[in-house]
């Protein structure tokens, strides 16, 4: 008795685990990350809050290399916004335990008692809002690259 078997399709079944392959550096997926940092980015634009305007204009996207993107500003008192000072700030990071402190304001052009502020969290906010929809852009990009191999 003769048994006999036949398959079919491994050369496509080739050609998507070839593309898999290159998925990390597929400039396709480096571009669907950065449209994701785009969109991070401006979400976290729009929870940041506005003295000046400076620490909103300042937060932006780099792309050191292919496949990383970050969302970063260089302005010094970011982490301050970000997590809070003093009693009100975040629990999480350590604070000042000082219940008030004074300093000069250049914009009110006085001194200002203060005892903190409430943290903003608009990059820890911005990501969690953004981060699944810049999965499923990338994913979507990925499914594409799959299909059509």
């Known amino acids: 008795m003769a048994i006999f078997c036949q398959a079919s399709g491994f050369d496509a079944l080739k050609r998507k ?15 669907a990350l950065g449209q994701g940092a785009t969109k991070m ?3 976290i634009k729009l929870l940041t809050p506005v003295d000046t305007g400076n ?26 916004v970000e997590f809070g000072t003093g009693r009100h700030g975040d629990p999480a990071v350590p604070h000042t335990s000082k219940p008030y ?12 008692r ?3 502020q409430e943290p903003a969290a608009m990059f820890r906010t911005g990501f ?3 981060h699944k929809e810049v999965f499923n852009m990338v994913r979507t990009e990925v499914h594409a690259i799959i299909r059509g191999a």
């Not at 685990?17 to 571009?31: E, G, M, S, V």
């Not at 402190?101 to 200002?112: A, C, G, H, R």
Request: charged share 25%; no cysteine; hydrophobic share 35%.
């Open 128 to 130: 969690e809002l953004t």
């Open 41 to 43: 980015q401006a979400q």
């Open 17 to 31: 685990l070839q593309a898999l392959k290159t998925l990390t550096t597929n400039p396709r997926i480096d571009k």
């Open 101 to 112: 402190w004074t300093y000069y304001s250049e914009k009110l052009q006085q001194f200002v």
């Open 55 to 80: 620490l909103r204009d300042k937060i932006i996207w780099n792309h050191a290399k292919m496949m990383e993107y970050t969302i970063e500003t260089n302005v010094e008192y970011a982490i301050f």
């Open 114 to 116: 203060t005892s903190g």
